[in-house]
């Protein structure tokens, strides 16, 4: 089956799992079982929450969906969680290359397309900022 849904870990994806003693590779191993998913929006930001089950019981009943593609993903109803038995057959990549002194962040396709031509970035205080210009 041809892997379509790209995760790009983030610095704050990193810092949230890592606060609680979880692994990149447990998140992979686990998005990629039975998930509960949602969409949300948190001060502005849409995000997907994910509960993964350890012990095989989910306790409640509730829809459940196959998500095979980024439009899959992105479709989810808003603050409604579902249950993807299947999981995502996400594929997690670091997307950063450095040749001749040039950093190349690579994003997903789909993102590119949304946001890719609005981006700016910046070296501040030892990191490299990337940000969404508005308007």
């Not at 849904?5 to 990629?32: G, P």
């Not at 980024?70 to 996400?90: F, R, T």
């Not at 030892?126 to 210009?133: A, D, L, S, T, Y």
Request: aromatic residues 6%.
């Amino acid at each position: 089956m041809k892997r379509e849904i790209l995760i790009e870990w983030d610095h704050k994806s990193l810092e949230h799992i890592y606060r609680h003693s979880i692994s990149e590779q447990e998140v992979e191993k686990a998005v990629n079982g039975r998930i509960l998913i949602r969409s949300t929006t948190r001060k502005a930001e849409k995000l997907k929450e994910v509960i993964y089950e350890k012990r095989k019981v989910i306790l409640i009943e509730m829809g459940k969906v196959k998500i095979e593609t980024m439009a899959d993903l992105e479709s989810l109803p808003e603050e409604e969680w579902v249950d993807v038995p299947e999981g995502l057959h996400a594929k997690f990549v670091y997307s950063v290359d450095r040749v001749n002194s040039k950093l190349t962040i690579t994003l997903p396709e789909e993102v590119a397309k949304k946001i890719g031509k609005r981006l700016c970035a910046s070296f501040e205080e030892g990191k490299i900022v990337i940000r969404e210009i508005k308007g």
